[in-house]
């Protein structure tokens, strides 16, 4: 008797032994199962740019015996963007040149902002008349820099912007804030035939702030 008794008490720590581990695997599989259909499921959104509440910051270096930036703002015209969870697959921003606004000090009488700005607009620079939009397109986004297209003055290349932060805020809203450095020369924005073009830095900064909500 004590021997089928001995025999009963394993074969029934055998079952549940047998029954856990079956148990702990199907959790397993459940488990991964869970987490890899999170991992497919990133929700997609698109995105409408808010003109009003957007806005690029440019800034400009000018050497030689003194060095000193011209740097203001300038107006999005308009833009969709479209995010998948934390990614931007794609986006384009439109720039409004006509609204060039420098906001440094270095300015007088004599020397107004207008004249400036008006210089900018002509075709030593960007030839405002006939390229009124720049445009960034987005084409891929690695860690947090967005590649895409810069174009002006029809001129095409691919630049990055760096993604300082991006986030959704209370509102609902998409908000980025990023910044690109170009080459002007790339883009025909040169004081051709002129020596003081040489007094002016090549590169350009632009700050984005951009915000958006959901279309």
Same mark, same amino acid.
């Given at each position: ?69 011209? $740097? ?43 004249? @400036?700005?008006?210089? @900018?607009?002509?075709?030593? $620079? ?23 297209? @810069? ?28 910044? @690109?450095? $170009? ?33």
């Amino acid at each position: 008797m004590k021997k089928i008794n001995l025999f009963l008490a394993v074969a029934a720590a055998g079952v549940m032994m047998t029954s856990c581990a079956g148990e702990t695997k199907h959790e397993e599989e459940t488990t991964e199962a869970t987490e890899a259909t999170e991992e497919v499921v990133a929700e997609v959104a698109n995105w409408t740019i808010n003109a009003e509440k957007s806005t690029v910051r440019w800034e400009g270096s000018v050497t030689g015996g003194q060095v000193y930036s011209h $740097f203001g703002s300038i107006s999005v015209k308009e833009g969709t963007m479209t995010s998948e969870g934390e990614t931007m697959t794609a986006g384009k921003v439109a720039i409004d040149m006509t609204t060039i606004a420098p906001e440094d000090e270095g300015y007088s009488e004599e020397r107004p902002a207008a004249d @400036l700005v008006g210089h @900018l607009a002509t075709a030593d $620079f960007f030839d405002i008349e006939n390229n009124p939009n720049a445009t960034f397109e987005f084409t891929r986004m690695e860690g947090m820099s967005v590649f895409g297209n @810069l174009n002006i003055r029809g001129k095409s290349n691919e630049e990055e912007l760096i993604i300082d932060s991006m986030e959704v805020n209370e509102a609902g809203e998409l908000h980025i804030v990023g910044h @690109l450095d $170009f080459d002007r020369q790339k883009y025909d924005v040169a004081w051709k035939h002129y020596m003081e073009d040489v007094l002016l830095s090549d590169n350009i900064n632009l700050q984005f702030d951009i915000t958006g909500s959901k279309s």
